[in-house]
């Protein structure tokens, strides 16, 4: 009966995913202690990113899963995409694998339209 109870719990259980505008993303990933991650394409990725993102591209099942675990769960993500769509996608698997999650509201069309830097 617990593990019902549980079960049940579990499958209405809110997301610890928080989302967070750019100047607050931008100060939060200037921190030591963060891992950043872009969602995107390679293509997509090489048009512009954030410095010091690391590439994890949702779209690739396979990859993304096996790159989930190589990130260290004692730090938090920070996730990113174009525009808010994958990143959640990619942030509620990092939630659920046990991370603490911040996701770019918006994505980096958002970033972007805050006129923040980004890297060729």
Known sequence: MAFLMTFF???????NIKIISPKKFQTEISKDNVQLIDVRTKSEFDEGH??????????????????????DKEKPVYIYCRSGKRSHKAALIFD????????????ILNWKNSDLPLEP
Do not use: C, P, T, W
Request: proline share 0%; hydrophobic share 40%.
């Open 50 to 71: 954030i410095k010091d993102a690391a590439l994890l591209n949702v779209q690739d099942s396979i990859s993304f899963a096996d790159g989930v675990n190589d990130f």
């Open 96 to 107: 659920k694998s046990g991370f603490k999650v911040y996701e770019l509201k918006g994505g």
């Open 9 to 15: 719990l579990n499958l209405f259980k809110k997301d």
